[in-house]
């Protein structure tokens, strides 16, 4: 018999598979059965269809016994009625109509009272009218005035005095007297017997009346009137429709009286005192009108602007409104990392920094770019620093350097993170950015020899990220000695490093044109200004017409520190704020840094685990060590211990430092290494280190050979790269190494 599996060949003479039989025990066909119901729930109808009952083979399964999770239902309430911040709108909404309309009570009721009067009032002048028939006094002044006789005028007064007899005789008189004295007379019965108390609710169809006629008289005379005042319009009125509606009308956004919003969903209450609302746009209008008039708008809602919103939602007609009751960054934040410091993805997400207006989570994106933070002392850039390198530390794959311009004491906490970290020393600076440079070509060249344009994050096993971060940034670009070559290496890395995984962060204070290089600048694609002294030092730190543009720094207020619009190319200007993390009490970082060291001790990436060529290059340069801060981890780079001199001393670099000592010859003997290797560290590389007889050069050469080919492709592992020993007998016989090939091995592109 064939297999009645779907991809199983078939044969032609097998009967056909009853389906029943799958269910012979009761019980399994009532749990089919009850499945098949909850399937139905889940479809658009939500009702049975024709798939309803249909057994479909959807993969096979292993016979062991397991449950089988149904998948959710739809919802049969919608989810508006169990949102509850939806709910939570709906009922700010309510309460602000009653206070407002209690507190106006009294007005309403004065209203209420003036309106029945005039309605009282009204209806008795007109029902003495029609009794007395003063509708003839008109014709009988007309006769007077134009003298048509005594007799005419006494003819009408006698048909008055029959009109109005006739009229005091009607059916409709008489019963309406009748039944305002039943009424009055009752009404006075049960206020003599029962109190006001009980007569007064009885009272209430005739101040019913009485008000429906001062309506009607006050329509005869077209003057405008208002018993109820609307709650959406005050000021401190929750955010309606309605008031959205007003706004847009009040300030010529909607032209046309038929031009409304529609809501999409109802409006919810967010975090900071704030509503949300999401709403689509009449025909002809789009969001970038709203966005282009929202100050316009932000006044006729008696909010700062900086506490409206507006955002294209997906369609440009359709629109995302935020706006709070209060300023949205008036209380400051912990910064999430203090109570759990968990391993970050900066690469992707970007560094965790401050929260928005909407009370969202800023992450700082520094993938591919450069960075310019600016602003005056005092307004919160070192409070944003201080999130920045708290969110690095906990990313292992993020290689941290440093270089504080003025008050390094601050920045002593973070030392355990950075893989470079010094103080106030611009000729370092200057060292460090050219061995960035000397980095970024040793990169450069990986990239051409895998035929590729820019590095990606498979390439961070190999090549970890470079931030360097200048903190005061003016006191390196200003300095009389080196300042020039540092702007010119700025601008000259800036224009290409971004594509290999490197990033420069710079760092400035009360910034103008000159502080910051051009090109630099020109080259930052992400920008943060805190508050700033003028314009000319906004668009300093942002962009030409950035002030133009809506992004006045300058008007941040001193009394919300670490407030910041961050200018990132591609996206309109976001106002933020720096979460809080304690600098003054106690260390609040000194967790966060304490788990970011574990977590790269853990993964051998803590600075001084792995060879670092930056800090090589610093240590060949300077015969000083900043890894960590220095030996004493303080900023003050010093003589290396000796464990830190070997692991970042590479291997390569001697090999090439001996064959320039040489004269660059296109290839060295092994013994010719091993004596020079052996006069710079004769505890490694003597003969007596490796445990040969001083006079046995060959025995030497063989074993130093093997340990040097170890150790090279030991520092070679996982670069992709081999080098090894060769032999040649052209010149005569020998073996070792050749220049080239050591200067493909160590990244250098061919001359």
């Excluded at 097998?14 to 399937?39: G, I, W, Y």
């Excluded at 309460?95 to 009282?120: C, K």
Aim: glycine share 8%; with cysteine; aromatic share 6%.
């Amino acid at each position: 018999m064939s297999d009645h599996l779907p991809d199983a060949p078939q044969n032609p003479d097998d009967k056909p598979l009853d389906v029943r039989q799958l269910f012979t025990n009761p019980d399994s066909l009532a749990d089919a059965e009850r499945e098949a119901r909850a399937r139905v729930q889940t479809t658009r109808a939500g009702h049975a269809d024709t798939i309803t009952g249909t057994v479909r083979l959807a993969h096979e399964v292993e016979d062991e016994a397991g449950i089988v999770e149904l998948p959710v239902a739809r919802r049969t309430l919608p989810t508006a009625l169990l949102d509850r911040e939806v709910w939570r709108h709906r009922i700010d909404v309510v309460v602000h109509a009653a206070g407002f309309h209690v507190a106006r009570s009294p007005r309403y009721a004065w209203r209420l009272g003036h309106l029945s009067v005039l309605g009282a009032w009204t209806e008795f002048r007109t029902a003495c009218g029609y009794l007395l028939a003063t509708d003839f006094g008109h014709m009988i002044d007309e006769a007077k005035r134009h003298n048509y006789g005594e007799d005419h005028v006494a003819q009408l007064r006698a048909d008055r005095r029959k009109e109005a007899k006739a009229r005091r005789r009607e059916n409709t008189t008489i019963l309406g007297i009748t039944g305002f004295t039943t009424y009055t007379t009752a009404v006075i019965a049960l206020a003599e017997v029962w109190g006001m108390g009980i007569a007064a609710p009885f009272l209430i169809p005739a101040l019913a009346f009485l008000y429906a006629c001062g309506v009607r008289e006050l329509g005869r005379r077209t003057e405008p009137f208002e018993v109820f005042e609307q709650a959406a319009a005050a000021e401190d009125a929750p955010l309606t429709d309605a008031t959205i509606n007003a706004v847009l009308h009040e300030r010529k956004i909607f032209t046309d009286e038929s031009h409304a919003i529609q809501l999409v969903g109802p409006i919810r209450e967010t975090t900071i005192n704030a509503s949300l609302a999401t709403f689509k746009l009449p025909s002809g209008i789009t969001a970038q009108r709203l966005i282009a008039n929202k100050n316009a708008i932000a006044e006729g809602l008696n909010v700062e602007p900086s506490w409206l919103d507006i955002e294209q939602d997906g369609h440009p007609s359709r629109v995302s409104m935020w706006i709070a009751s209060s300023d949205p960054l008036a209380k400051a934040r912990v910064s999430p990392l203090v109570a759990a410091p968990e391993r970050q993805d900066v690469y992707n997400q970007g560094a965790m920094i401050g929260f928005t207006r909407r009370g969202r989570t800023f992450y700082l994106p520094l993938r591919h770019v450069m960075v310019l933070l600016g602003g005056m002392s005092r307004t919160g850039k070192g409070m944003i620093l201080r999130n920045l390198i708290c969110a690095l530390g906990l990313d292992p794959r993020v290689n941290i350097r440093l270089a504080a311009g003025a008050k390094p004491g601050e920045h002593i906490g973070y030392a355990s993170v950075c893989a470079t970290f010094f103080g106030r020393r611009p000729d370092r600076v200057l060292a460090l950015l050219q061995g960035l440079l000397a980095e970024a070509l040793r990169r450069e060249a990986y990239l051409e020899e895998q035929g590729r344009a820019k590095m990606n994050e498979r390439d961070l096993e190999l090549f970890p990220w470079e931030i360097a971060i200048l903190d005061e940034a003016q006191e390196h670009t200003t300095d009389a000695e080196y300042g020039d070559d540092i702007s010119q290496l700025l601008e000259k890395l800036s224009g290409f490093i971004a594509a290999l995984n490197m990033t420069i962060i710079l760092v400035t204070q009360d910034p103008d044109k000159n502080t910051v290089p051009r090109k630099y600048k020109s080259n930052s694609a992400v920008r943060a200004a805190t508050k700033t002294g003028s314009p000319t030092q906004t668009n300093a730190i942002l962009k030409e017409g950035a002030t133009g543009a809506g992004m006045r720094a300058h008007e941040l207020s001193r009394d919300v520190p670490g407030a910041a619009i961050a200018d990132i190319d591609g996206l309109i200007g976001e106002l933020l704020r720096s979460y809080f993390i304690e600098d003054d009490a106690y260390d609040g970082a000194e967790p966060i840094i304490r788990a970011g060291h574990k977590l790269r001790t853990a993964e051998g990436r803590a600075p001084g685990q792995f060879f670092d060529p930056v800090e090589a290059f610093l240590l060949e340069r300077t015969g000083m060590s900043s890894v960590a801060g220095g030996p004493d981890g303080r900023g003050k780079p010093g003589r290396p211990t000796a464990a830190t001199a070997t692991l970042h001393r590479s291997l390569l670099t001697d090999l090439l430092d001996i064959f320039e000592a040489k004269g660059n010859p296109d290839r060295l003997r092994t013994v010719e290494i091993l004596t020079a290797l052996a006069a710079a560290d004769p505890d490694t590389w003597s003969a007596t280190a490796l445990g040969v007889d001083e006079d046995d050069e060959k025995g030497w050469a063989s074993k130093g050979g093997t340990k040097l080919n170890k150790d090279i492709a030991k520092e070679l592992d996982g670069t992709g790269r081999t080098l090894t020993s060769g032999e040649w007998t052209k010149g005569g016989r020998g073996r070792g190494y050749f220049l080239a090939e050591v200067r493909a091995a160590a990244g250098i592109a061919p001359e």
